[in-house]
């Protein structure tokens, strides 16, 4: 299961960007997307997202700058390759 959400919905995940001035940066967000989300990340509701599911053998091309959310249904093994 996956979940992307744009750049311009960075502010409504509350997501930070660490590394900044670092070509190897990288971000998180507070907001737990299955989880029920609380009063302080209220904007999360409305932030908009594309989701979706793998089949075995599938592949998900992430372009720069996308937030995502991964969540494996099944055992599996995932292979991450960052250039």
Known sequence: YFRLYGLEQ?????????????????????????????????????????????APGDMLFLPKSMWHYVRSLTTSVSVNFWY
């Open 10 to 54: 960075t502010a409504r995940i509350y997501a930070t960007t660490q590394r900044a001035n670092n070509t190897n940066s990288f971000g998180t967000s507070p907001v737990r997307v299955e989880a029920p989300i609380p009063p302080e990340h209220a904007m999360a509701a409305d932030a908009t997202y594309v989701e979706g599911l793998l």
